[in-house]
């Protein structure tokens, strides 16, 4: 699908002057995408589609360019409309998924909009079309309880009375049904990220009580699933409790109480579905905070524990209902073999409490020699990085083992010689490296049987030796070993360290046999379809022509109105690229296939500078045999350090603490 030009402009000129957003002229591109609607609508013949698009695309200029803008919303509320127009006329199931997914944007992001009744009316329009007569009374619902005063307030109930009588099948009814399987969660004491696990994606409205610092989701028309309703409690972080309880036969709402003041934001991904809410505290926004010591991350999940967690009854609220805390839920859920579990993790050995003191002698990880890709056994000692950013506690002295390479011979080579840096030479304190994939997803395979996840772990435990030894900084990898680990918690772990830097390493693949090159990319709306399609693929989603990406709108939103991280990104982007090809083109013939943006979920909530590199293409046979040469990866890792210091070089990094 290609990107509209008209958002690829906006996007353009807003990256190269951040200044541009400061003078509204919503009102004025609104007026020009009115009138161009308008004229359709007033043919006397039934305009195209590729017309409708156009007009599409002159609403979507409006949001592009000023996502604060006065007629922002009005402009999204267009963009639903003509989409359930063209539903209408050709029946196309993209058409209705892009709507219904604009307008619940609309009702979630803009609220406040005189429009977000009429988006939930019309939501509900188009259930009704469908025959899907139970969702279509749960958004007239959602329009009296969240818009009583709305205009829409009598239609709606009218609807309702009218659907009463036609209730809709039983296959429709439990197809669609969203459920709410789980609630997981990554907390620190300045920090915290909460993920709602569906089973398709819900109306949702976030409701903020400042006075409390007490905030309620309502997941509209979900139900719970077998598990009975469940609250936590919380003793260190900026989270003080979750609870989840239905408010009615189609409605479940999570309170979640928080310690202090804060602000939030919120965004959906896809396969799964899953809504994640981020929570800052207020004074971590500012990049003056300067914490302690590093924050501890600790992971609970408010779903089923496995048979071997051991829970303790705590007394509900008021209901009576008997509800459950999970003391080690870390290991029931993808990833959280990472971290320890609470009671493991707050054991107050020495080497626990000289952590963030930069006092606390542990082992380094082996070396990584100039060798063939590394076949990773789980190590028994936790990531020294790990450790040290207080991530997990230390293990005593012989209790550890040093973990098992085994590794294909190669020829040698001469070590590389580093200059023993001054702390902080890079001007930043701490660098997050991201190995992509891991555990029980492999990432992309090469007709050898070469695996990305192997590949680039290599990469990541070669890259941060180096910059260990050149920065003189604290660098922490989401993972060191062969392990699972959530898109969503890799980025929590940079955000809860307060990480001044994000780099995450994957391999490239394409069908056509033939692509090779390198390419960095940083966050912001894909300008071309090959983009889209490695975006879709480290995303894990199928790619599907005519469907609206959501995750582009949410990014105008949330994500563009920081211009100043965009910028950072995309000038590390370009500087990583530059370095990593000039290292690998005179001895690999290397192709430079550019800096480019997509929308990469590792990416999103990110709140420091952050890139994906692309380091090659494992569907190239001659790339492949080059990934599995150590000489090169080692080209590769010291290409990407070498970007990274001539980024904080050359441009001011705002360090995180």
């Known amino acids: 699908m290609k990107r509209s030009f008209f958002l690829c402009v906006a996007l353009s000129v807003l990256l190269q002057n951040p200044a541009f957003s400061m003078a509204d002229r919503s009102a004025s591109l609104y007026r020009n995408a009115a009138d161009y609607y308008h004229k359709l609508a007033g043919y006397s013949r039934k305009p195209s589609r590729d017309e409708w698009k156009r007009s599409i695309a002159l609403f979507r200029e409006v949001y592009s360019a000023y996502p604060d803008g006065a007629k922002s919303a009005d402009a999204v509320y267009m963009t639903g409309k003509i989409y359930k127009e063209l539903y209408g006329r050709f029946h196309e ?36 079309m469908d025959g899907r007569h139970d969702q279509a009374v749960q958004a007239y619902t959602a329009l009296l309880r969240w818009f009583p005063e709305g205009d829409m307030t009598e239609k709606a109930k009218a609807g309702i009375r009218k659907l009463k009588t036609k209730p809709a099948s039983a296959s429709k009814k439990a197809a669609d049904l969203p459920i709410l399987r789980g609630v997981r969660f990554w ?9 709602f696990d569906l089973s398709s ?12 610092n007490r905030i309620s989701i309502e997941l509209l028309g979900a139900v719970q699933g077998k598990e009975p309703v469940r609250e936590i409690t919380e003793n260190n972080g900026l989270i003080d409790s979750i609870k989840t309880a239905d408010s009615s036969a189609s409605l479940v709402t999570v ?23 981020d929570l800052f505290e207020e004074d971590a926004i500012s990049t003056k905070a300067k914490p302690e010591k ?10 089923a524990p496995t048979k071997k967690t051991i829970e303790s009854s705590i007394k509900a609220e008021a209901s009576g209902v008997t509800v459950k805390k999970a003391e080690a839920v870390e290991k029931s859920i993808p990833g959280g073999e990472l971290f320890a579990s609470k009671t493991a993790f707050l054991r107050k050995t020495s080497a626990r409490r000289a952590a963030g003191t930069g006092k606390a002698r542990l082992k380094k990880h082996p070396a990584v020699k100039k060798v063939g890709i590394a076949k990773v056994v789980k190590p028994l000692r936790p990531d020294s990085g790990l450790v040290a950013a207080g991530l997990l506690a230390a293990v005593s002295p012989g209790k550890g083992k040093a973990p098992v390479r085994t590794v294909k011979k190669a020829k040698k080579s001469s070590p590389v010689k580093v200059a023993k840096a001054r702390p902080y030479a890079y001007g930043i304190k701490t660098i997050v490296i991201d190995p992509g994939h891991g555990g029980k997803d492999p990432g992309a395979v090469g007709r050898s049987g070469l695996r990305e996840k192997n590949v680039v772990l290599d990469i990541g435990l070669r890259l941060r030796k180096i910059l260990k030894a050149q920065c003189g900084c604290r660098v922490i990898m989401t993972r060191s070993r062969d392990i699972f680990i959530p898109l969503e918690q890799r980025t929590a772990i940079a955000n809860s360290v307060k990480a001044d830097l994000f780099v995450s390493i994957h391999v490239n693949s394409n069908t056509h046999r033939s692509a090779r090159g390198v390419e960095t990319y940083f966050l912001s709306p894909a300008r071309s379809r090959s983009a889209m399609l490695t975006a879709a693929r480290e995303n894990m989603i199928k790619l599907s022509d005519g469907n609206e990406n959501m995750d582009d709108i949410n990014f105008i939103f949330l994500d563009m109105k920081n211009t100043e991280r965009i910028n950072q990104s995309s000038l590390m982007a370009r500087s990583v690229q530059n370095s990593v090809v000039s290292g690998l083109r005179k001895k690999y013939g290397t192709k430079d296939n550019g800096v480019k943006s997509a929308m990469f979920y590792v990416l999103r909530g990110a709140r420091m500078p952050s890139v994906l590199v692309e380091t090659s293409f494992i569907s190239n046979r001659s790339e492949e045999k080059r990934l599995k040469s150590g000489r090169f990866l080692q080209t590769l890792a010291e290409g990407i350090a070498r970007g990274i210091k001539r980024f904080t070089a050359e441009h001011r990094v705002a360090m995180a603490g």
């Open 93 to 128: 199931k993209a058409d209705r998924a892009n709507a219904i997914k604009i307008f619940r944007l609309l009702v979630k992001s803009h609220s406040y909009s005189h429009l977000a009744d009429d988006a939930l009316y019309l939501s509900g329009e188009i259930y009704r």
């Open 187 to 195: 907390n620190s004491a300045h920090y915290a990220r909460v993920v």
């Open 201 to 212: 994606m819900a109306y949702y409205k976030i409701l903020r009580n400042p006075a409390k």
């Open 255 to 277: 309170t979640i109480a928080l310690k202090q003041a804060h602000t939030i934001s919120s965004t959906e991904l896809q396969n799964p579905a899953r809504i994640v809410v």
């Open 294 to 303: 590093a924050a501890p991350v600790i992971v609970k999940s408010l779903t």
